[in-house]
């Protein structure tokens, strides 16, 4: 079995898998790792955080607001499931948007379900066929179709909407409207995954929520604060590194250092705002979802750098960790 320390987006081999289930080890439970699948924004990272019961993966209305394989783990009784949330499949037009599909090409490879994503709200368009096509060379995961945002959908929309996705495939193994922010089905869909699953003990301990680590789950919050409001091409051009995280001795309060990496001078100014407003707004949003995660009150220090072009340079995104 894979250490679940390993990277992000390494998942147990097959051979590991077969030795389990062999074994019989986990009284019949079932544990595997599933992704949701779809174009960008259509609700994957709120059904992850919705199922895990726990914000583990940032949400946003722009458009590829993941950028990485972030893990979020479910535990029921009947067994574990480890949701690998992705980037949204699109047509890259950096080498940033070329290397997220290359992940998210390598974790649709490894996973045992793959859950196929469409909101309700519109129609199945060519983006959506394609995606849905593609699945077929993933053949050892198998499908299941996922019609979410139902809450903001109205009764014909959704049956339109399950008869198009229920059309795009002969395997679906299930096909499953749902709705995150209200909880409405969430249940169905998790019984129905780990149903899917194979036969093995769980794959993280009890308790675990992610695998995430503190400096990437900070980051990822201040990023997080940094899109709301902004526009145009500037959600993609923001990057975000933590300097330092100490914790001062007497216990009460922890001291970030973070760096929010714009590409354009002019992204710099509008990140600031006029005389530091809207900088002292993203700080405020982030600390007020970085003290719960730390157990302390929070001085943040943000600092704005420009890196030019940071989206289409290798040796920049390999720092950034892309």
């Not at 995430?212 to 500037?234: F, K």
Request: hydrophobic letters at 40%; glycine letters at 8%.
């Amino acid at each position: 079995m894979t250490d679940p320390t390993a990277d992000s987006a390494s998942l147990p081999d097959d051979d590991a898998r077969r030795a389990n289930e062999v074994r019989g080890d986990s009284d019949d439970g079932r544990s595997g790792f599933v992704t949701f699948v779809g174009r960008p924004n259509v609700g994957k990272s709120t059904l992850t955080n919705a199922l895990v019961g726990e914000k583990v993966a940032i949400t946003s209305d722009k458009p590829q607001t993941t950028r990485r394989a972030i893990r979020g783990i479910v535990n029921r009784p009947s067994g574990q499931l480890v949701i690998v949330d992705t980037p949204g499949l699109h047509k890259p037009r950096t080498l940033l948007g070329q290397r997220l599909n290359d992940l998210v090409e390598q974790v649709l490879g490894d996973v045992d379900v793959i859950g196929f994503c469409v909101p309700a709200t519109e129609k199945v368009g060519p983006g959506d066929r394609r995606i849905a096509e593609s699945l077929g060379g993933y053949r050892r995961a198998k499908k299941v179709a996922i019609v979410t945002k139902t809450d903001a959908a109205s009764r014909d929309q959704i049956t339109e909407r399950l008869l198009e996705v229920d059309a795009l495939r002969e395997d679906w193994a299930a096909v499953i409207p749902l709705s995150a922010l209200t909880n409405d089905q969430l249940d169905v869909l998790t019984d129905e995954l780990l149903s899917l699953m194979p036969v093995g003990p769980p794959l993280y301990g009890e308790g675990v929520v992610t695998d995430e680590s503190l400096e990437d789950r900070i980051a990822e919050i201040i990023r997080e604060a940094a899109l709301e409001g902004v526009r145009d091409e500037l959600p993609h051009s923001i990057a975000v590194t933590i300097e330092d995280i100490s914790q001062r001795e007497t216990g009460s309060m922890t001291d970030i250092h973070a760096n929010l990496i714009v590409e354009r001078d002019s992204q710099k100014a509008i990140i600031i705002g006029h005389k530091g407003s809207r900088l002292r707004d993203v700080g405020a949003r982030a600390r007020a979802q970085i003290e719960p995660l730390v157990g302390t009150n929070v001085f943040l220090k943000l600092h704005v750098r420009v890196a030019k072009e940071w989206q289409r340079d290798p040796k920049q995104l390999g720092r950034l960790g892309f």
